[in-house]
């Protein structure tokens, strides 16, 4: 283990024999009016576009910012208040994904919003079929479903959406279920 000092990076390096070194380092980024903005960090062999994990100090700030990166990029960010951003330095949410999320499953919890069972009660008020065919020829959307251009504004709640979407497979379980009855009716007539 040998200490190196060059200039604004501070070290402690831990080598092997081999060319392959794990090292603690400090490394000055700047200085602002407060305080100098420096980086504490873990990183294998000497060359920073190897993985390395920084723990971020800046300004007059306490806590900082953890960073872990490879290839000289910063991959994930764990930020000060505990948001945590993959592919994104700025995480607006627990956890801000900048990119795609492959999973095996997904469980929401639903507090807050309703479970449209409430379609199936008596005093339902379900769109006659006329009007609805109606909305949709008026507004090419089904009612209480965004339309395309607010799904490209602003994104879409996958909570709110599935439960709107249930909503709307229940009232066209309903419409079947009228529909079933209209038939039987014209056979029993016949």
């Known amino acids: 283990m040998h200490i190196n000092n060059g200039g604004d990076s501070y070290g402690a390096i831990l080598a092997t024999s081999s ?15 407060y305080s100098e903005v420096f980086r504490l960090g873990l990183k294998y062999n000497s060359d920073e576009n190897n993985g390395f994990i920084s723990f971020y100090r800046g300004g007059n700030t ?9 290839s000289g990029i910063e991959r994930l960010r764990i930020s000060q208040n505990g948001k945590i951003g993959i592919g994104i330095s700025t995480p607006d949410e627990k956890l801000t994904v900048n990119g795609n999320i ?12 309703s479970v449209p069972d409430y379609v199936f009660k008596e005093d339902y008020d379900l769109m006659d079929i006329q009007e609805l065919q109606e909305y949709v020829e008026e507004n090419q959307h089904l009612p209480n479903i965004p339309c395309a ?21 229940e009232e066209l379980t309903l419409y079947v279920l009228s529909l079933q009855e209209q038939v039987d009716q014209l056979k029993s007539k016949n």
């Open 149 to 169: 251009s607010e799904f490209e504004n602003q994104g879409m709640n996958l909570k709110q959406m599935n439960l709107l979407l249930l909503q709307k497979i």
């Open 62 to 70: 306490f806590g900082g910012f953890l960073g872990f990166s490879t």
């Open 102 to 113: 492959h999973t095996k499953e997904v469980r929401v919890d639903v507090e807050g919003f």
């Open 19 to 33: 060319e392959s070194a794990f090292t603690l380092f400090t490394k000055s980024l700047g200085r602002t009016t």
